[in-house]
């Protein structure tokens, strides 16, 4: 398998892709194709892709459409999946490779892995499928994840790519990327979305598993480069929603001389991508915020000058 950061020629270039979607209208201006890489240098107590957080293929199993015919059993090559009680199966996440054998043989879909290896070509080619609707709506190409940005060469030729074929790009990323890096992915970058978890970098890493000094940096370097920039702002209720923290949040958006921002309220959708997976939901008591409570926090961010957007 080759790694796609030693590859000279962009046409042999491979990246781990957990989807590509098409005709999608929530990650940037028009109707867009989202490519989302695997692999986050975040780990977010509310990520709703929990299957973006590994660079590796993961097992997803759709308990619902298992109908307990034992088949995965013995095809496993790493024993990893055994007859349970009431003749039901049990994957042993430890000993899964995600290898795929279990999916070929089933006859319900009730196992699917999470992850491929694509070409630069197979990528670009379902992108440009769409190039009609880009250009009457003015829509583009999305590079998303998980982190795009923590498989940068292969990313960087995606830009180009779509760039000679008249494609806008943006770059939806969690900011946590080295300067160097960042400077070459931006060069062939029309807009950025980036998200600010959270001001400070104590909470910040308790709730993501990282500092935000690098992000904020690299926040401030691309407003004083003039690349136009969407900032987005999770709000996880008990974690990023104190009135300190829509404030200061408030202050920097300004402080970079921007007026948009775009909340995104957390929901639950996600919940059921941990279960297939094997994970334990880490916001098990959370709720999502009423319209009254979005409306509340949308009032104070609006009251600081902002043009506030609901995603």
Same mark, same amino acid.
């Given at each position: ?23 999608s209208i929530n ?12 692999? %986050? ?24 459409? %298992?109908?307990? %015919?034992?088949? %995965? ?12 009680? !009431? ?59 998980g982190e795009a ?45 980036? !998200?600010? *978890? ?40 008990g974690h990023t !929603? ?16 921007? *007026? ?52």
């Open positions: 398998m080759a790694n796609e950061e030693s590859i000279a020629n962009p046409s042999e270039l491979k990246a781990w892709i957990f989807d590509i979607q098409r005709y990650d940037g201006p028009g109707i867009r194709t989202t490519v989302f890489f695997k692999g %986050c240098p975040l780990q977010c107590l509310w990520c709703d892709n929990p299957e973006s957080q590994s660079r590796l293929p993961q097992l997803f199993y759709f308990e619902s459409l %298992c109908t307990r %015919c034992q088949r %995965c059993v013995s095809v496993c090559p790493n024993e990893a999946i055994s007859a349970g009680p !009431d003749e039901s199966v049990i994957t042993n996440r430890e000993l899964c490779k995600a290898c795929g054998a279990c999916t070929v043989i089933c006859p319900n879909d009730a196992r699917v892995i999470s992850g491929q290896l694509k070409t630069l070509d197979e990528v670009i080619g379902v992108i440009k499928q769409d190039a009609l609707f880009y250009r009457n709506s003015g829509g583009g190409m999305t590079a998303s994840g940005a923590a498989q940068p060469e292969f990313l960087v030729e995606l830009l180009k790519r779509c760039r000679e074929n008249g494609i806008h790009t943006t770059l939806d990323t969690t900011g946590y990327v080295s300067g160097d890096k960042l400077q070459q992915i931006l060069e062939h970058t029309d807009l950025v979305l980036l !998200d600010i *978890k959270h001001i400070d970098p104590v909470k910040h890493k308790e709730i993501t598993g990282v500092d935000n000094t690098l992000i904020l940096e690299n926040a401030r370097n691309i407003a004083q480069s003039g690349k136009p920039m969407w900032i987005r702002y999770p709000l996880i209720p !929603d104190s009135d300190e923290n829509i404030m200061a949040t408030a202050d920097f958006v300004l402080s970079l001389g921007l *007026k948009r921002i775009d909340i995104l309220p957390y929901h639950r959708m996600g919940m059921g991508k941990y279960e297939r997976l094997g994970m334990e939901y880490p916001l098990p008591e959370v709720n999502p915020y009423s319209e009254e409570q979005l409306e509340k926090i949308r009032s104070k961010l609006e009251s600081k000058g902002l043009e506030v957007r609901v995603a």
